[in-house]
């Protein structure tokens, strides 16, 4: 069984590596302009490339959840990031159908907006479980890493601030719902980098926190995504072609690996039990 599970890991791998490759293909076909940046199917392809990720990862995470016993709370982190998941499709979805296929113009507040600020409760509710489960996991606690990582997201936040959110909210020519919808991103990605930046960096791995640390990673990378889409979409530099959407694409596709390693994990241990 584990062979076949290796097999069934490593195709899963392979999937979301071909899926990166192809967006990061395709965007560098349209940068270079041998691909028309400007048509239909480029709209199309590159709008599609979030929403299969996010679905791609979700079917991850939910052959997981069908692994783990309900009295577990590795189910409750994944039942989150589940249902997370869930609403990053249908917002990712929205999108694609609102810009990818209608072709229309960005405005505020889009319905893709409701579930994307929806899935962050869920989000950092299973971070901080997750942060919780460290201890259980008995995986090493490196406690000289604190400082610099308080500090550091300390000097993020203040970034975020005065590139970010002052430009925003002082700019007289923005409508009440960009000065609430753009801080709202900033500040919730920072919500959720906290705990991620403290995972990957103030705890050790192991068989078990390769996963966590892969959670967390993804995390990273959505901050980042998001962060970098509004600084250069409020300064109309976000155009067409944008490398960095290729970020949300790994995002995604990161938490599912992790669900995938975890899946593999369990079927190890349960293979180690017999």
């Known amino acids: 069984m584990c062979v076949s599970e290796e097999r069934r890991f490593a195709a899963k791998i392979s999937v979301s590596l071909a899926l990166i490759g192809g967006v990061f293909l395709l965007y560098s076909l349209a940068y270079y302009r041998i691909i028309d940046p400007e048509g239909k199917p480029f709209f199309i392809l590159s709008y599609s490339a979030p929403a299969i990720a996010v679905a791609v990862a979700l079917v991850f995470i939910l052959g997981l959840l069908m692994r783990l016993r309900p009295s577990e709370e590795q189910r409750r982190i994944w039942a989150l990031f589940a249902i997370a998941s869930l609403l990053n499709l249908a917002a990712e ?10 072709g229309r113009e960005i405005s505020y507040p889009l319905l893709a907006d ?7 409760p869920f989000l950092i509710a299973g971070l901080l479980l997750l942060l919780r489960g460290y201890r259980r996991l008995d995986l090493g606690f490196r406690r000289y890493t604190v400082g610099p990582v308080v500090a550091l997201i300390l000097l993020v936040i203040a970034l975020v601030t005065v590139f970010l959110v002052i430009p925003v909210v002082t700019d007289d020519s923005a409508t009440l719902t960009d000065k609430l919808i753009n801080p709202a991103y900033a500040y919730l990605d920072m919500l959720i980098l906290a705990p991620s930046l403290m995972v990957a960096l103030s705890f050790s791995g192991g068989w078990q926190g390769k996963a966590w640390m892969l959670i967390s990673l993804s995390f990273i990378l959505m901050a980042l995504a998001d962060t970098l889409f509004v600084y250069l979409d409020w300064n109309g530099l976000y155009g067409n072609v944008n490398h960095i ?3 949300w694409v790994a995002s995604y596709l990161t938490l599912g690996i992790a669900a995938a390693w975890q899946e593999l994990i369990l079927a190890r241990s349960l293979r180690a039990s017999r």
Do not use: C, E, K, R
């Open 114 to 120: 409701i579930f994307w600020l929806s899935s962050y």
């Open 93 to 102: 979805t929205i999108w694609l159908i609102y810009q990818g296929i209608l």
């Open 245 to 247: 959407d290729l970020l």
